[in-house]
């Protein structure tokens, strides 16, 4: 049986190193974590090969290990944003290491010298001097908005308030967990149709620019200036407007979209197009419904933290991604600052559910708002997934039909005047 040689962290932060025997690189990690350790680098006796959760990229080349360094600012380019994964990988790990009695510093330090993302860990390391100057942990988080949210901020500062950091970090990685898989089973529905309309487009689009004017070529010589058929016509017009006119088209179609990004930047205009994707015929439901879902979830764990009700509407209302339910929570947040409940605001804004407004007012009379909040979050997000599968099923036959449709009509037109001629000479 192969031996390794590993590195590890204890719970309080000590470096061991020792040898051990496993099966393979994979069951060595997972018998080390099994002893309450931390391994940060595991490799075979008499390998160059080393599982190693450092940050630094290093390729191997001949044995060798190559640091590759870039510019500074060509490194910010090319690193992007922190996605939110990576940050509830972050964020789960702090949480265990703050449970299993790592003081706060320490364990930031651990997380540094495992973390691979290069703006992670920049952000990462910052927070940490910000920690050795003095500030709080939460201070320090709100120094890197690229990375932290006001949601995460103010969640880390109702556990240090509270004494339950680990645990209130904990329920940041859960309630991160279910927003990101809420949102991977909305993306992974609409990857299919999206492809089979591209697919769709591209067929098109070889069918007017390509295939239609080599048929329109043959007619000119074939019918000697008889009239063709009516559908012909037009279908040969709409492929002359593509052939001559495309970048037109394309300065028409860039125009619009950017006429109605600039219409979203304002709050009137966000407004009367959120309230115009409610209302939209198949994904109008999908859309109120994941509103409503994340409405309830972030709601729900701020208060669970102990966040206060004003603070955590604000928050809410920021981050509830839809102008209409934006501004209702607003209106909400202004009741529950003159003394009035959450449940009437909501009815008057007819912007939620019926069902969800009476599990608030519920979970409002029994002094249990956070635990129905989550209910109603876990209530709504099954209905997403219901409405997810409904409308994959719904759009998948209309797109097919709608482009047997428009391929079968270019067919037609184009098969038409064929069948003219053949009947002509067959009379």
Known sequence: MPKFRYVALDAQGHETTNVMEAESQSRAVAMIRGKGLFPTSVS???????????????????????????????????????????????????????DAGVPLLRGLQILLKQEAHPTLRKGLSSVQESVEGGSTFAEALAQQPRIFYPFYINMVKAGEAGGVLEQVLLRLAEHMEKSERLKSKIKGAMVYPMVVLFVAMCILVYLMVVIVPQ????????????????????????????????????????????????????????????????RLPIFGKLLRLTAVAHFSRTLGTLQTSGVPILQALTIVRDTVGNEVLSRAVNKIHESVKEGESIAAPMTESRAFPAMAVSMVEVGEETGALPEMLGKVAETYESEVDTAVAAMTSIIEPIMIL??????????????????????????
């Open 44 to 98: 075979e006796v008499g390998s160059t090969t080393t599982a190693s959760v450092r940050s630094d990229k290093k390729v191997q080349s001949g044995g060798l290990h190559t640091e590759i360094k870039l510019p500074p600012f060509i490194a910010d380019f090319f690193a992007g944003r922190v996605k939110p994964k990576q940050l509830m990988v972050v964020t789960r790990q702090l949480s265990t290491l703050l």
């Open 215 to 278: 048929f329109a070529k043959m007619f000119e010589t074939m019918t000697q200036g008889a009239p063709l058929p009516w559908l012909t016509r037009m279908v040969q017009s709409v492929s002359l407007t593509l052939v001559h006119k495309s970048f037109y088209i394309i300065g028409v179609i860039g125009i619009v979209v950017i006429t109605i990004k600039l219409i979203g930047r304002t709050g009137k205009g966000r407004l009367i197009m959120d309230g115009l994707k409610l």
């Open 402 to 427: 709608l482009l047997a449709g428009i391929v079968g009509t270019i067919v037609i037109a184009m098969f038409m005047p064929i069948i003219g001629m053949v009947t002509n000479m067959a009379k």
